[in-house]
């Protein structure tokens, strides 16, 4: 039997079940005289329900909503996917329901500014995803740019999220990190510019680290941007 939390969720609907609500949907004003409420329950189809419109994070969704005819692997005019959309929540038990389904073919997909389900994880702090994501045989993006040529350890460090930082400069197959963005800003820039000092620490040891020295746009090093907000940790580091 379907759960009645989610015939609310999937399909709009609600209950019909005590005075508050029967007064509420103005029924009581329809009564006939003799005071019976008569309600009409109409069968209507609805339209198959979307895995882009998840509101909680509760795993069981999406079996649930695969039986109903949703598909996981959808995309909207964005080019957004369902874990392009439970990134943006931070959805991580439905985010790992989603990559554990066999069915699931949308692990390279990048949206309309190339930004992939990587990217997103790592921009809101989802380290566990990250290494999951990129431990799927299908994921060929790793060392992907999104968008103003950010990569995912460009997302991580810009968000001060240390945990990604690290979790991504573990990865064997991380080439990126010497990128510079359409800024010029490498992911040096953005985490000594925060101050993630350990995070500068595991860049700068990387065996594939040569940007040390890389400016942005506007002539800055890392150690400008360090010095420029007052990360003396950092500035020793980089010295």
């Not at 069981?60 to 005819?69: D, M, T, Y």
């Not at 790793?142 to 400069?169: D, F, K, Q, S, Y």
């Not at 595991?202 to 002539?219: C, D, K, M």
Request: contains cysteine.
């Amino acid at each position: 039997r379907t759960p009645a939390r989610y015939l609310r969720l999937v399909l709009g609907g609600r209950d019909l079940c005590d005075e508050s609500t029967v007064e509420e949907e103005g029924l009581l004003a329809q009564a006939s005289e003799d005071g019976v409420v008569r309600v009409y329950l109409l069968r209507m189809p609805p339209e198959a329900p979307s895995f882009l419109a998840i509101a909680e994070d509760d795993p069981q969704l999406v079996p649930f909503l695969v039986e109903c005819g949703a598909d996981p692997n959808e995309t909207d005019e964005l080019g957004w996917t369902a874990l392009h959309w439970a990134a943006h929540h931070r959805h991580v038990a439905v985010s790992e329901a989603i990559l554990a389904r066999p069915d699931y073919a949308m692990a390279d997909a990048q949206d309309i500014g190339k930004k992939t389900a990587l990217h997103a994880f790592a921009e809101h702090g989802l380290a566990s995803l990250c290494q999951v994501l990129a431990a799927r045989p299908d994921f060929t993006k790793l060392n992907a740019r999104g968008p103003n040529g950010n990569t995912a350890l460009h997302w991580a460090a810009r968000n001060g999220h240390a945990e990604v930082c690290e979790a991504i400069l573990r990865l064997d197959g991380f080439t990126a990190i010497n990128e510079q963005n359409l800024y010029g800003w490498t992911a040096l820039h953005y985490a000594a510019a925060i101050g993630l000092d350990k995070v500068c620490g595991q860049i700068l040891a990387h065996p594939r680290f040569q940007a040390a020295a890389e400016v942005t746009n506007n002539g800055e090093t890392a150690l400008h941007w360090a010095a420029l907000n007052g990360r003396l940790d950092v500035c020793r580091l980089l010295l």
